[in-house]
Antibody
């Protein structure tokens, strides 16, 4: 059974940093691209970042480029999101989601974690 | 940037058909994916590549895509179909994934 479990969310002050993790199991993690998607309270889904299976290709939404860094450790079956210079508008539930096989981008997200809440507030 | 527009809400009686549109410039040239999200839960993929269904998704869910509009159709609607629905595409001009604005389906 495919499982994605996010952790690392919490309350942080504006300008602060936070690192999210996503632990994957039930599939060959190193063979799939991964994504972070967020949802502000009462709002819609917003794609945040993509990383290919080998980490060779990375994309970011304009709203987080230069502040967030996506990475993965295939030996640990884990995906990460380092978030710096956090703003009020970054407050959201952050989901990790499995993407396409290998270096494929543009594919659908077939499995999602349950999400971790990040609250940016003073 | 590429924009996907959905109606904020759709209401449908049980047993009837719900149609949720997703409008975008020449969206017919892209692959469209649809997600269902119930309150407090993570999104679930219900249709991918315009009209394919993942295993476990009822045949009542179907999709189409042409011109400037993609459509998710839910036939024989049940109370359990009440949820938010989002369309999604890959925008190759910006190397960004894009989600639609979302549609809340209410079963009367």
């Amino acid at each position: 059974e495919v499982q994605l479990v996010e952790s690392g969310g919490g309350l942080v002050q504006p300008g602060g940093s936070l690192r999210l993790s996503c632990a994957a199991s039930g599939f060959t993690f190193s063979s799939y691209s991964m994504n972070w998607v967020r949802q502000a309270p009462g709002k819609g889904l917003e794609w945040v970042s993509y990383i290919s299976s080998s980490s060779s290709t990375i994309y970011y939404a304009d709203s987080v480029k230069g502040r967030f860094t996506i990475s993965r450790d295939n030996a640990k079956n884990s995906l990460y999101l380092q978030m710096n210079s956090l703003r009020d508008e970054d407050t959201a539930v952050y989901y990790c989601a499995r993407g396409g096989f290998g270096e494929l981008f543009g594919d659908y997200f077939d499995y999602w974690g349950q999400g971790t809440l990040v609250t940016v507030s003073s | 940037s590429y924009v996907l527009t959905q109606p904020p809400s759709v209401s449908v009686a049980p047993g009837k058909t719900a149609r949720i549109t997703c409008g975008g410039n020449n969206i017919g040239s892209k692959s469209v994916h649809w997600y269902q999200q119930k309150p407090g839960q993570a999104p679930v993929l219900v249709v991918y590549d315009d009209s394919d269904r993942p295993s476990g998704i009822p045949e009542r869910f179907s999709g189409s895509n042409s011109g400037n509009t993609a459509t998710l159709t839910i036939s024989r609607v049940e109370a359990g179909d009440e949820a938010d629905y989002y369309c999604q595409v890959w925008d190759s001009s910006s190397d960004h994934y894009v989600f639609g604005t979302g549609t809340k389906v209410t079963v009367l």
